[in-house]
């Protein structure tokens, strides 16, 4: 089982949703870049379990513990490792799983690559636990970034049927990021956060729950980053993407809307700024033409499919007997994983960034 990512920085991500701890390694980030924790403990607020209603009730403190890669407040140049306890775990609620596998979870697949050896507990190394790892290296990413001048933003752009007012494509500011990037639940309408809330709290009253999708923007990203074919920003930035648990889809700018329009409309025509640089009109493009950037904000979508454990009765087959089954699920869970998935959506981004530009 392999769990690591990147060409110039290496992510590596360990441990399970009840195994004593979880934890990850970045290697190859730059030295002397000082890094504020405090700053990390917000991302890793904005993502913790246990403080919404929104979210499953197993409430995790959530402090990574560092164990190299900082002194003094500073990048070493070493290998940067941290762990994050796991303090609140039921293990008895998941013991019957690996008979009864749970629909739309990984309980079955698992079972079949790893020989019946994987941890169920929790989902194990697939659980979306693993994802508070994810946001640690993101959030120390982000902070290296921003002295650069690139700033990261994302916000719940629907759930289910209730929608927020999408980014402008052209125009989206470091102000708008930095106005949702500390927030949990972040959206740019009040209004629609009560339509959303409303939305999952129907879907947790029917013992049920509900997708959505997440739209995260970044500015300040200089023109001439990626390679094309393999290596370039949607390849790089979907690679770690779909390493979020529950994402089922990914596009940039303008998306599968593209199949809808002609060459006049969704090229974006260039101009030169005031400042003498190259802009474009549109963004349909997202900021990206040959995997390369344009120096227009980035801009992508993920599709964040709905939570699997529900309290529901669902089929399912008996392994041991070769049977079909009905299965009820035990255990805490999130009625929706949209609004603690966006400071994940946004770690993504940075870590890809980082890699890009290191």
């Not at 979210?55 to 513990?65: I, K, M, N, S």
């Not at 993101?138 to 001048?149: F, N, P």
């Not at 719940?156 to 500390?182: I, M, R």
């Not at 959206?187 to 879907?203: G, L, Q």
Request: proline content about 5%; overall charge neutral.
């Amino acid at each position: 089982m392999a769990s690591t990512w990147g060409e110039n920085i290496k992510l590596s991500i360990f441990g399970g949703s009840h195994t004593e701890a979880i934890g990850v390694v970045l290697d190859n980030l730059p030295p002397n870049e000082k890094i504020d924790m405090e700053k990390i403990r917000v991302q890793m607020a904005r993502r913790a379990p246990g403080k919404d209603k929104t979210a499953t009730t197993r409430l995790e403190a959530d402090e990574p513990q560092v164990l190299s890669g900082l002194f003094n407040g500073v990048t070493t140049g070493a290998p940067l490792a941290a762990i994050i306890a796991n303090t609140n775990t039921r293990s008895k609620d998941y013991s019957d799983l690996k008979i009864h596998p749970r629909p739309g979870h990984a309980d079955y697949t698992a079972s079949v690559r790893y020989d019946g050896a994987n941890d169920i507990r929790g989902g194990g190394h697939f659980s979306g636990r693993l994802t508070a790892c994810l946001v640690f290296a993101g959030a120390v990413c982000r902070q290296i970034l921003e002295r650069r001048g690139i700033t990261i933003g994302a916000h719940a752009y629907a759930v289910g049927s209730a929608k927020d007012t999408p980014f402008d494509p052209v125009n989206v500011s470091k102000d708008d990021l930095n106005a949702l990037n500390t927030r949990f639940f972040a959206v740019n309408s009040p209004k629609a956060e009560e339509k959303m809330r409303a939305e999952i709290e129907a879907a947790r009253l029917d013992a049920d729950s509900i997708g959505g999708i997440i739209e995260c923007a970044a500015v300040g990203v200089p023109a001439g980053i990626g390679s094309p074919m393999f290596g370039g920003i949607e390849n790089v930035f979907a690679s770690i993407l779909y390493g979020i648990p529950a994402v089922k889809g990914v596009e940039f700018g303008a998306g599968f809307d593209v199949a809808c329009m002609r060459g006049s409309e969704n090229n974006d025509a260039f101009y030169y700024d005031e400042n003498g640089l190259v802009r474009t009109k549109t963004n349909n493009a997202g900021g990206i033409l040959g995997g390369i950037t344009t120096g227009m904000p980035i801009l992508f979508r993920i599709a964040v499919k709905p939570t699997p454990s529900i309290g529901r009765e669902q089929h399912t087959v008996d392994l041991t007997t070769k049977t079909n089954a009905d299965l009820t699920i035990h255990g805490r869970h999130d009625p929706c994983i949209v609004p603690r998935a966006i400071p994940v959506a946004e770690a993504a981004a940075a870590l890809a960034l980082m890699d890009l530009l290191r």
